[in-house]
Protein backbone atom coordinates (compact mmCIF):
# COMPACT_ATOMS: atom_id res chain seq x y z
CA UNK A 1 0.00 0.00 0.00
CA UNK A 2 2.56 2.43 1.19
CA UNK A 3 4.49 2.69 -2.97
CA UNK A 4 1.23 2.93 -4.81
CA UNK A 5 0.05 5.67 -2.10
CA UNK A 6 3.45 7.28 -2.51
CA UNK A 7 2.61 7.42 -6.39
CA UNK A 8 -0.70 8.44 -6.50
CA UNK A 9 0.74 11.49 -4.48
CA UNK A 10 3.22 12.11 -6.98
CA UNK A 11 0.21 12.58 -9.86
CA UNK A 12 -1.92 15.34 -7.51
CA UNK A 13 1.48 17.05 -6.09
CA UNK A 14 4.66 19.30 -6.97
CA UNK A 15 7.82 17.96 -6.19
CA UNK A 16 8.60 20.89 -3.47
CA UNK A 17 5.01 20.16 -1.50
CA UNK A 18 5.26 16.01 -1.76
CA UNK A 19 8.09 15.79 0.91
CA UNK A 20 5.59 17.36 3.23
CA UNK A 21 2.28 15.27 1.96
CA UNK A 22 4.71 12.09 2.47
CA UNK A 23 5.74 13.28 5.87
CA UNK A 24 2.42 13.17 6.62
CA UNK A 25 1.42 10.25 5.54
CA UNK A 26 4.34 8.59 6.87
CA UNK A 27 3.56 10.10 10.65
CA UNK A 28 -0.15 9.31 10.23
CA UNK A 29 0.80 5.40 9.41
CA UNK A 30 3.16 5.53 12.43
CA UNK A 31 0.03 6.42 14.46
CA UNK A 32 -2.36 4.62 13.26
CA UNK A 33 0.31 1.70 13.84
CA UNK A 34 0.00 3.09 17.78
CA UNK A 35 -3.74 3.55 18.23
CA UNK A 36 -4.35 0.07 16.40
CA UNK A 37 -3.04 -1.89 19.85
CA UNK A 38 -5.46 -0.01 22.21
CA UNK A 39 -8.05 -0.35 19.49
CA UNK A 40 -7.95 -4.06 19.82
CA UNK A 41 -7.74 -3.93 23.20
CA UNK A 42 -11.04 -1.99 23.61
CA UNK A 43 -12.54 -4.38 21.21
CA UNK A 44 -11.47 -7.55 22.62
CA UNK A 45 -13.81 -6.45 25.76
CA UNK A 46 -16.24 -7.45 24.11
CA UNK A 47 -16.04 -11.36 24.90
CA UNK A 48 -18.40 -12.90 24.92
CA UNK A 49 -21.00 -10.54 23.05
CA UNK A 50 -23.05 -12.46 20.92
CA UNK A 51 -21.06 -15.74 21.56
CA UNK A 52 -17.85 -14.70 20.40
CA UNK A 53 -14.61 -14.43 21.38
CA UNK A 54 -13.22 -11.02 21.60
CA UNK A 55 -10.34 -11.79 18.98
CA UNK A 56 -13.22 -12.48 16.36
CA UNK A 57 -14.72 -9.15 17.11
CA UNK A 58 -11.10 -7.56 16.27
CA UNK A 59 -11.12 -9.38 12.80
CA UNK A 60 -14.82 -8.85 12.57
CA UNK A 61 -14.60 -5.08 13.09
CA UNK A 62 -11.59 -4.45 11.51
CA UNK A 63 -11.78 -6.79 8.61
CA UNK A 64 -15.32 -5.00 7.97
CA UNK A 65 -14.14 -1.44 8.22
CA UNK A 66 -11.14 -2.53 5.68
CA UNK A 67 -12.70 -4.39 3.40
CA UNK A 68 -15.60 -1.97 2.96
CA UNK A 69 -12.79 0.94 2.02
CA UNK A 70 -11.06 -1.54 -0.41
CA UNK A 71 -14.88 -2.14 -2.06
CA UNK A 72 -15.46 1.80 -2.42
CA UNK A 73 -11.89 3.17 -3.19
CA UNK A 74 -11.44 1.82 -6.64
CA UNK A 75 -15.20 4.27 -7.41
CA UNK A 76 -14.06 7.11 -5.07
CA UNK A 77 -10.13 7.75 -5.46
CA UNK A 78 -9.99 9.39 -8.97
CA UNK A 79 -6.86 8.64 -11.26
CA UNK A 80 -5.31 12.10 -11.53
CA UNK A 81 -6.76 15.45 -11.65
CA UNK A 82 -7.64 15.05 -15.34
CA UNK A 83 -10.13 12.61 -14.19
CA UNK A 84 -11.53 14.21 -10.29
CA UNK A 85 -14.93 14.43 -10.52
CA UNK A 86 -14.80 16.91 -7.66
CA UNK A 87 -13.24 19.63 -8.74
CA UNK A 88 -15.06 21.95 -11.70
CA UNK A 89 -13.17 22.15 -15.37
CA UNK A 90 -11.28 25.28 -14.77
CA UNK A 91 -9.89 23.39 -11.67
CA UNK A 92 -8.70 21.09 -13.04
CA UNK A 93 -6.87 22.25 -15.70
CA UNK A 94 -5.14 24.40 -13.08
CA UNK A 95 -3.95 21.77 -11.05
CA UNK A 96 -2.44 19.87 -14.69
CA UNK A 97 -0.87 22.80 -15.90
CA UNK A 98 0.44 24.00 -12.18
CA UNK A 99 2.43 20.14 -12.19
CA UNK A 100 2.84 20.09 -15.88
CA UNK A 101 5.13 23.20 -15.48
CA UNK A 102 6.92 22.28 -12.39
CA UNK A 103 9.13 19.25 -14.20
CA UNK A 104 12.63 20.35 -12.85
CA UNK A 105 14.16 19.50 -15.85
CA UNK A 106 14.04 22.53 -18.26
CA UNK A 107 12.80 20.33 -20.78
CA UNK A 108 8.83 21.80 -20.99
CA UNK A 109 5.81 20.07 -19.82
CA UNK A 110 5.62 16.40 -18.35
CA UNK A 111 2.33 14.81 -18.59
CA UNK A 112 0.75 12.00 -16.63
CA UNK A 113 -0.47 10.40 -19.56
CA UNK A 114 2.15 8.71 -20.63
CA UNK A 115 2.55 4.95 -21.18
CA UNK A 116 4.91 2.60 -19.53
CA UNK A 117 6.82 0.24 -21.86
CA UNK A 118 10.02 -2.25 -20.95
CA UNK A 119 11.99 0.39 -22.24
CA UNK A 120 10.82 2.41 -19.03
CA UNK A 121 11.22 -0.53 -16.91
CA UNK A 122 14.49 -1.25 -17.89
CA UNK A 123 16.11 2.39 -17.10
CA UNK A 124 14.23 2.64 -14.20
CA UNK A 125 15.86 -0.64 -12.76
CA UNK A 126 19.87 1.31 -14.09
CA UNK A 127 18.85 4.72 -11.56
CA UNK A 128 21.04 4.10 -8.81
CA UNK A 129 18.61 7.06 -7.07
CA UNK A 130 16.07 3.98 -7.56
CA UNK A 131 17.54 1.59 -5.31
CA UNK A 132 19.19 4.34 -2.64
CA UNK A 133 15.34 4.96 -2.44
CA UNK A 134 14.48 0.83 -1.55
CA UNK A 135 17.18 0.78 0.87
CA UNK A 136 16.06 4.13 2.98
CA UNK A 137 12.02 3.09 2.18
CA UNK A 138 12.83 -0.63 3.73
CA UNK A 139 15.00 1.16 6.84
CA UNK A 140 11.41 3.21 7.59
CA UNK A 141 9.39 0.49 6.74
CA UNK A 142 10.90 -2.57 8.47
CA UNK A 143 10.74 -0.53 11.61
CA UNK A 144 7.18 0.61 11.40
CA UNK A 145 5.54 -3.16 10.62
CA UNK A 146 8.28 -4.35 13.31
Not at 27 to 50: C, T
Request: with cysteine; glycine share 10%; proline share 3%.
Amino acid sequence: MFPGLSFILTTWYSRYELASRLAYFYAGASLAGAFSGLLAYAISHMDGLAGLAGWRWIFLIEGVFTVLCGLLVPFTLPDSPQTARLFTAEERTFLVERLQVQTGSGQGRVTNDEKMSKRHIIAALKEWKLWLAIIIWLGNAIPIYG
